[in-house]
């Protein structure tokens, strides 16, 4: 029995947390075309075996697009109705913003214009970094305090947010 997702869904955790399984389950249940949408980069070779691995897990069954910079450029033409969108993840978009010296609160205001005009639901990753910390250099704070506010606007206009810690989702604010 398809499980219907809500327009907006944001999934929140930390490294390992198994928010991208939880968040790829919620899209496969829906019984929509599941699509990913990549933000990361193989910049190492660690990172290279990470995305191999996420592409093994998901197998063929996903329309994948990759990603880095245009957000919601890339949203708007992969959004459908009969689809759902994975977001993977917002924090290594907001890591790819900062090393191409883009002004994040633009295209944080770009991207959560784009939500509401979108055909068919998006369910957003990303890791929760204001847990620790407040960090000793300029850089990793920029990078905190930019998903910190990516992830407070988001899950105020989002429908549902959820927080996953040793693979167990936690709701944070239920469906409307």
């Known amino acids: ?3 219907p997702l809500p327009p907006l869904t944001l999934i929140l955790g930390g490294a390992r947390s198994g928010k991208s399984g939880h968040a790829e389950r919620l899209v496969l249940e829906s019984a929509l075309e599941p699509c990913y949408l990549a933000t990361g980069r193989a910049g190492d070779a660690e990172m290279a075996t990470r995305i191999a691995a996420h592409r093994a897990r998901r197998g063929d069954a996903w329309k994948v697009l990759e990603e880095p910079l245009e957000l919601a450029a890339a949203l708007a033409d992969f959004a459908g109705a009969r689809r759902a969108v994975l977001v993977d993840c917002l924090t290594l978009w907001v890591t ?19 939500l509401p005009t979108l055909p068919g639901p998006v369910v957003f990753v990303s890791n929760e970094v204001g847990l620790g910390i407040v960090p000793i250099d300029a850089l990793t704070r920029a990078f905190v305090d930019a998903a910190g506010n990516l992830h407070q606007r988001l899950a105020a206009m989002a429908d549902r947010v959820e927080l996953v810690a040793a693979g167990l989702p936690l709701r944070l604010k239920p469906e409307r």
């Open 1 to 3: 029995m398809p499980a």
């Open 96 to 114: 790819n913003l900062l090393l191409a010296e883009r002004d994040i609160e633009a295209e944080t205001d770009r991207l959560l214009a784009a």
